[in-house]
């Protein structure tokens, strides 16, 4: 059974930072990304990852903030989130995708995903 499992969200201050991991059971696979959603918005993409670490793309709003990694060995990965900011404030949700799309900035490029772990920010 292939299972995505986010941890690590939480309440920090405008400023803080946030580390978020994301572990995955029942197989490997080919990219790792992370997509958030605030309320009464639509899921929209932050980052991912390929098999290797030289293979990463941001959103635009998180360049310089945020930085994915992964742990292949574990089947983990990870999003490491500096100076937050209130507008990050969102579920935050870890995705997987099985095999080499060659794009990933959308939710239906992926196959399996996480339920979800909040973060809120406060100004």
């Known amino acids: 059974q292939v299972q995505l499992v986010e941890s690590g969200g939480g309440l920090v201050q405008a400023g803080g930072s946030l580390r978020l991991s994301c572990a995955a059971s029942g197989r490997s696979f080919s990219a790792m990304g992370w997509f958030r959603q605030a309320p009464g918005k639509e899921r929209e993409f932050v980052a991912v990852i390929g098999w290797t670490e030289y293979t990463q793309s941001y959103a635009d709003f998180v360049k310089g903030r945020f930085t994915i990694s992964r742990d292949n060995a574990k089947n983990t990965v990870h999003l490491q989130m500096n100076s937050l900011k209130p507008e990050d404030t969102a579920v935050y949700y870890c995705?997987?995708?099985?095999?080499?799309?060659?794009?990933?900035?959308?939710?239906?490029?992926?196959?399996?995903w996480g339920q979800g772990t909040q973060v809120t920010i406060s100004s």
């Open positions: 995705a997987a995708s099985t095999y080499d799309r060659g794009t990933y900035r959308q939710h239906y490029n992926y196959d399996y």
